[in-house]
Each structure stands twice: as structure tokens, then as C-alpha cells.
Nanobody, 123 residues
Framework: VQLQASGGGLVQAGDSVRLSCAVV????????MGWFRQAPGKEREFLVT????????RYAHSVKGRFTISRDNAKNTLYLQIDSLKPEDTAVYYC?????????????????WGQGTQVTVSS
């Protein structure tokens, strides 16, 4: 199973960005998915998780309202829309796949990880 994250880059504060995570080797519809990020010198931080069908989502309080997770099972791709970007959103963003069970905010419950995509927000 491989997760291929893309869509990051250098953006201005206030801009929006959409990150993508293509899943290869496993059907997306059979997997719980999540997004995490890690800023320099900080621990990996949970952002949001989505159920297999997309019917249930759970956001970290810190990102609720600006971040939106979605999935296109037909394209086997997960997305993360980030609006009103702030300099403190600068981090490497990771998508992750959880093979069994329900949604989770715990990184250690995810089985596969993408390589990460860097988002840098300038003020």
C-alpha cells in the first residue's frame, strides 16, 4: 500500500490550498483515513479523520472551520482543503490510512503513511 501526498508549496497568509493523497494498492472505501501535520521542532499533530464511507468526520478543535476533509472513492483519493492559511500552519502534512476499526485521532493506530507534503505560509 502506498500513499502519495501532493499539493503543498509556498503560499501567502489568507490563501487556500488543497492537498491530495492518492492511495495505491488498497481500495479507499475500505479504509479510515486521516490527516496529520508536523511543524519544525514539534510533535506530529492530529488534524482530522474520516470514516470509510465519508459519512463521519472528526476534526481537531484547533482546525475546525478552516480545514475540510473529503474523499473521492472513485478516484481512490483523499483531500484536505485548508482556507485562510496562517503562518502557524507551516508544516509537513501527512495523510494516513487505518486498515481496521473506526476513526481515530491517534497516530499510532494508522498503518500506512504518505511521504508528506510541505506547506509553507508566508506572512
Amino acid at each position: 500500500v502506498q500513499l502519495q501526498a501532493s499539493g503543498g508549496g509556498l503560499v501567502q497568509a489568507g490563501d487556500s490550498v488543497r492537498l491530495s493523497c492518492a492511495v495505491v494498492g488498497r481500495t479507499l472505501s475500505s479504509s479510515v483515513m486521516g490527516w496529520f501535520r508536523q511543524a519544525p521542532g514539534k510533535e506530529r499533530e492530529f488534524l482530522v479523520t474520516i470514516s470509510k464511507t465519508g459519512g463521519a468526520t472528526r476534526y481537531a478543535h484547533s482546525v475546525k472551520g478552516r480545514f475540510t476533509i473529503s474523499r473521492d472513492n472513485a478516484k481512490n483519493t483523499l483531500y484536505l482543503q485548508i482556507d485562510s492559511l496562517k503562518p502557524e500552519d507551516t508544516a509537513v502534512y501527512y495523510c494516513a490510512l487505518k486498515s481496521v476499526g473506526l476513526t481515530s485521532n491517534r497516530a499510532d493506530e494508522y498503518d500506512y503513511w504518505g511521504q508528506g507534503t510541505q506547506v509553507t505560509v508566508s506572512s
